[in-house]
């Protein structure tokens, strides 16, 4: 079974390790000359944690974990509203590690890459179909053919774009900015290794967390914001951004020597009313892009990848396993898309009596009702509930 994977990012590599399991050696073809280091530290819970057990990767994952047990909500002078344990709410989610996404990368790369041809700086010209096999002519002009393709090319897909047009986009009017710097030698107050340090200001969210080599800092804020600074870089768009906030956030800022270490883009939403067509099928962020709110796209990109290799090695058809696939994780998809989106708005709201309501939620809520607001907005169940911690 000839299979090409366009894209290395978590779905594709997990793509990839899930096959190898099988004994297949698809051919992976990735965009970027190498993988990017940008980006910040993002959470593996339940369906993640589950899918890397299965590939026996979970304790090398746990080595490189960061560790992140409560998360501090502060006013803009860094006068605390409430610290909270979210190990709680870790447990809700089937566990929880933090890991910098480099190291995600790099730890599914190193179990294939000596037994896998993973083409760098490649793509997708074209492609056509027939009952047998998908022929794909790649950008340098060389043609080859394979039995399935699978788009694992992320949010801005172009095996999607290729076979159902580019339609499929909904960008909410919330942006943000992420980044990961080698740890500064600047003093942040009361912020531990363990611990976040954040802030719900009118019309944005700011995150930053340190460990023993590098900070990172996450903001979401109202697109307008962007927009009406669209002249300056992204680097002087946080810093205006967060001028009122005297804890540190604008120190970590500072030492960010050039502003394209800076990730930023629209939070997007993918909605598809099927993911496959023919012999071609789309994997995580390409089929189904959540926003990161609640912290499940790349559980759910595992996930998928995981079921996908497993229906296709069970099932009689590549239809019947397309679409196995497809009813398995759907409906929690869309569940958590809309979920998305309410968080977003939250995070980013300008509104007054929205911003009352969140600083109230953090001051003076008593901690059931805190909960079950934040349990309504942000918190989301695996699929496989059993937790693999
Ligand atoms: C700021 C942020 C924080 C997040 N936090 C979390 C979190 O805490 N927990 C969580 O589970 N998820 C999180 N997510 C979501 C998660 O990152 C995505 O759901 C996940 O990366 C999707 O994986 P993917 O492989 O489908 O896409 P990507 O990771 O986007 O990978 C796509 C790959 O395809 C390549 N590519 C693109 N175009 C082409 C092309 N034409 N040809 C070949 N290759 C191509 C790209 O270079 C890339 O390597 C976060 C996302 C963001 C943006």
Redo the contacts with the bound molecule.
């Keep these: 079974m000839k299979i090409l994977i ?9 793509l990839a390790n899930c096959l190898l399991s099988y004994g297949y050696q698809p051919v992976v ?4 000359s190498s ?2 280091s940008i ?7 339940g ?2 944690l589950f899918v890397l057990s299965k590939l026996g990767l979970l304790e090398q994952v746990k080595k490189c974990g960061v560790v992140i047990e409560t998360r501090r909500f502060v006013q803009a002078d860094g006068s605390e509203l409430r610290n909270i344990d979210f190990r709680k709410f870790h447990i809700q989610q089937g566990g929880s590690i ?1 890991i910098h ?1 480099f190291s995600l ?1 790099n730890i599914l790369y190193e179990a294939i890459k000596n037994q896998i041809d993973v083409r760098f700086n ?3 010209q074209f492609l056509t179909q027939n009952e047998e096999s998908v022929r794909v002519c790649f950008q340098d002009g060389k043609e080859e053919s394979f039995d399935y393709v699978f788009g ?8 999607r774009n290729l076979l159902m047009g580019n339609q499929f986009e909904e960008q909410l009017d919330v942006g ?1 900015s ?1 980044f990961t710097i080698p740890k500064p030698e600047i003093f942040i107050k009361n912020l531990d290794t363990n611990q976040t340090l954040e802030s719900l200001m009118p019309g944005y969210y700011v995150q930053c967390g340190m460990d023993a080599d590098f900070a990172w800092g ?1 903001f979401i804020y109202k697109q307008k914001y962007r927009e009406q600074l669209k002249d300056v870089n992204n680097k002087e768009f946080l810093l205006a951004l967060c001028k009122d906030i005297t804890w540190g956030v604008r120190d970590i800022i500072e030492q960010i020597d050039h502003p394209s270490t800076i ?1 930023q ?1 629209t939070m997007t939403l993918i909605k598809l009313s099927k993911w496959s067509e023919g012999r071609i099928v789309l ?5 189904h ?4 709110m ?9 996930l998928g990848a995981y079921h996908l290799v497993e229906e296709l090695m069970n099932c009689s058809t590549h239809h019947e396993a397309f679409q196995n696939y497809e009813s398995y994780l759907k409906q929690a998809v869309q569940k958590t898309q809309k979920k998305s989106i309410k968080a977003a708005h939250f995070s980013s709201s300008d509104n007054q009596i929205m911003v009352y309501f969140k600083k109230a939620l953090l001051k003076y809520f008593p901690p059931f009702l805190m909960n079950a607001v934040l349990k309504n907005l942000f918190i989301v169940k695996p699929q496989n509930t059993k937790n693999t911690l």
Excluded: P
């Design positions: 366009s894209g290395s990012g978590i779905a594709g590599l997990t073809i990735e965009k970027a993988f990017r980006g910040s530290v993002i959470s593996l819970r369906d993640a933090g996404r990368h490649t793509t997708i694992a090319d992320g949010i801005h897909s172009q095996t943000f992420v996450m990730f883009d994997v995580g962020d390409a089929a892009a959540m926003t990161f609640s912290g499940t796209g790349g559980g759910k990109s595992m």
